[in-house]
């Protein structure tokens, strides 16, 4: 009995986290589910398919995200795959999206998480802006490259 009334306390809840799955200019953002809660935190995926190359999708999210002061990485084999991921230590939002190369296209996985976990309480966004002016946590620098690091 708790646990259906969890369950449904839980499906009434709005997920207070921002609405901005990370998305790739002139691509269909397809989402996967709609109010997911994975462990307790809120989540949020889609899927995409971009007619460009995987460097230059991964350098267009690595760009984006590093303009608006997100703390930035790239990981993979820089070859097939690229996973890019951006963190904003003060709101707790982690954006990242899987890229995958396939033939002369590149399929790309978004992911948008908050931080909290439900069991702890969300505090509403009012922005997932994370800039300077957002107070990014001191000492926290985007990355800024025109190239992406190359594995060996």
Avoid: H
């Avoid at 995200?65 to 990485?73: A, I, Q, R, S, V």
């Avoid at 909290?116 to 922005?127: D, I, K, N, V």
């Amino acid at each position: 009995m708790i646990g259906v009334l969890s369950a449904a306390l839980l499906s009434s809840m709005p997920l207070l986290m921002p609405d901005e799955l990370p998305a790739y200019p002139g691509t269909v953002l397809t989402r996967i589910g709609e109010r997911l809660i994975v462990d307790g935190v809120p989540q949020q995926l889609a899927y995409f398919v971009a007619r460009d190359p995987l460097e230059a999708v991964a350098l267009y999210f690595l760009r984006e995200w590093g303009n608006k002061g997100y703390l930035t990485t790239a990981d993979g084999d820089f070859r097939q795959e690229i996973v890019v991921s951006a963190f904003c230590t003060r709101e707790a939002i982690q954006r990242a999206v899987v890229l995958r190369a396939q033939g002369r296209m590149t399929i790309g996985f978004s992911r948008l998480t908050c931080g909290e976990r439900r069991s702890q309480g969300l505090t509403p966004y009012a922005s997932a802006e994370c800039g300077p002016g957002a107070g990014a946590a001191k000492g926290d620098r985007a990355t800024k490259s025109d190239r992406l690091p190359r594995r060996r």
